[in-house]
């Protein structure tokens, strides 16, 4: 009986030893908004965790079919901290414009994606540290 309790437990410690905990992504609630005038999708903290520039990929996805893909960091600039974004702090994701101002373009290494003025488009930010989304939101392009 001794024997088969030793057995027993040394199974149970094994594996609790062997799990990996998940890495959580920082909770925190944006508002965000998109204008041709802008020039830029505006991310608001309006409260939660700190987030890492460094530490997110933000994916745009629109059309129909619908594709999506990520916007290069050097088109966000986190203000007015360069890498952290806290309650009360602001991200910009900088779009082009057509001349026309009827569509906007973001552009970068993986991603090249349109967007027509009144469009909806889905924004994501999510945490490269553990894949987990950290604000998703649909948006509609305004002039």
Do not use: W
Request: aromatic share 6%; hydrophobic share 35%; charged share 20%.
């Amino acid at each position: 009986m001794i024997v088969v309790t030793i057995i027993l437990a040394a199974a149970v410690s094994s594996f609790a030893n062997s799990t990996k905990s998940q890495d959580m992504a920082p909770q925190a609630t944006l508002l965000a908004k998109a204008s041709i005038q802008d020039g830029h999708v505006l991310l608001e903290h309006m409260g939660g965790d700190t987030i890492d520039k460094r530490d997110i990929r933000i994916e745009i996805e629109s059309g129909y079919p619908s594709a999506s893909g990520s916007v290069d960091t050097d088109n966000v600039t986190f203000s007015p901290h360069i890498n952290f974004l806290n309650p009360g702090d602001e991200a910009k994701v900088n779009f082009t414009s057509s001349t026309s101002g009827d569509y906007i373009t973001f552009g970068g290494s993986e991603i090249s994606q349109k967007v027509e003025l009144g469009e909806p488009f889905g924004i994501t930010v999510i945490d490269t540290n553990s894949g987990q989304t950290i604000y998703y939101k649909e948006i509609t392009l305004l002039p």
